[in-house]
């Protein structure tokens, strides 16, 4: 009898156990990146350090970068594969408006699906071409939308989850939309060396920023600047 009542107690004190584990783990469960590289290889990389050279004014033995910043876009394209495609290729083609500055194809270091899926495309410090004049300092987070077709809730979600993660890795002091990155022609962390090369971006809207930006006010960023 001594015996069942010691096996009972040492049940319930594992099951409690089993049961704190599990209630003080599962938030973090949901957050995973799933590794999906585009191509890396000795051609992208000498177009990417001719970038940070001609483009951001930096002379660099590796195509490296040093975030202080993330910026959010949408793709414009409607599924991960279709995305993953356009930025496989180390070289752009098909972009008139772009290719007269580079011939580095455009890419990022996220990309998010609609169900709020995260993939990594490029190490989180790997230069990427994905917004004019900051990319030397900015991680870019790609999320499957666009106008017809308005990021999700689980989007949003996946945003707020990523960068916190990489705001524990990093010193980010700025979380901004694609569509705000001229605010920072005035500052000393714009380094573009055509005064004219400008593309004009609506990704992803304010109304997403505010939403994300309301659900990551705990990390005191920054404010974007204006102009």
Avoid at 43 to 48: D, H, I, K, Q
Avoid at 155 to 162: F, I, T, W
Wanted: include cysteine.
């Amino acid at each position: 009898m001594k015996f069942n009542r010691l096996n009972a107690t040492f049940l319930a004190i594992g099951l409690a156990f089993f049961s704190l584990a599990q209630s003080s783990c599962s938030p973090k469960s949901t957050f995973r990146i799933h590794e999906k590289p585009i191509t890396w290889n000795q051609e992208r990389a000498e177009l990417s350090l001719l970038y940070l050279k001609d483009r951001h004014g930096l002379k660099q033995e590796t195509a490296s970068i040093v975030p202080k910043m993330v910026v959010v876009h949408w793709t414009a394209i409607n599924t991960i594969e279709a995305t993953f495609d356009v930025f496989n290729s180390p070289t752009l083609a098909g972009r008139a408006d772009l290719t007269g500055a580079s011939n580095l194809n455009v890419s990022s270091q996220f990309l998010i699906d609609r169900d709020g899926m995260i993939f990594r495309l490029l190490p989180d410090t790997t230069f990427a071409r994905h917004t004019i004049g900051l990319n030397y300092l900015a991680i870019g987070i790609e999320n499957i939308g666009g106008d017809d077709m308005p990021l999700t809730k689980k989007q949003l979600k996946a945003n707020e989850d990523l960068i916190r993660y990489l705001e524990k890795k990093y010193a980010i002091e700025y979380v901004i939309g694609h569509h705000e990155y001229q605010n920072f022609q005035n500052t000393d962390l714009w380094k573009e060396a055509d005064p004219d090369y400008r593309t004009v971006k609506t990704d992803p809207g304010d109304a997403f920023m505010k939403k994300l930006r309301e659900n990551l006010s705990d990390l005191k960023l920054k404010p974007v600047p204006t102009l």
